[in-house]
């Protein structure tokens, strides 16, 4: 059975008032996509005032691999909170790359 996560209101309103990515929304409380959107609507019915995040209408945020390499689509940065720009990608070790906006 899959790990419950609890309906915190002030938590999710504290991420949506700094303006989180939908991205580091999951990551910062360990959940899924499903379990964010969920939590969302609750929000939405409780204060009845309707909530966009940003990043939340990316269907896919899993980079695809191809023959050609990597494909990682311009929706897919802004749902991890990458901008308009150049991004530098570095080699971390033989299994990892790391991709970091320029400043």
């Not at 209101?9 to 360990?30: F, G, S």
């Not at 959940?31 to 019915?45: D, G, P, S, Y």
Request: no cysteine; glycine share 6%; aromatic share 4%.
């Amino acid at each position: 059975m899959a790990k419950r996560s609890v309906f915190n209101v002030k938590r999710l309103h504290d991420l949506i008032r700094a303006q989180t990515p939908m991205a580091k929304i999951k990551a910062e409380l360990n959940v899924a996509t499903t379990t964010i959107n969920n939590h969302l609507l609750k929000l939405i019915q409780v204060d009845k005032t309707v909530y966009i995040l940003e990043g939340s209408g990316v269907r896919n945020t899993v980079p695809k691999v191809t023959k050609n390499g990597l494909k990682i689509t311009k929706g897919m940065l802004d749902s991890y909170g990458f901008t308009e720009g150049e991004v530098k990608i570095e080699q971390v070790n033989d299994k990892e790359i790391k991709i970091s906006q320029n400043v």
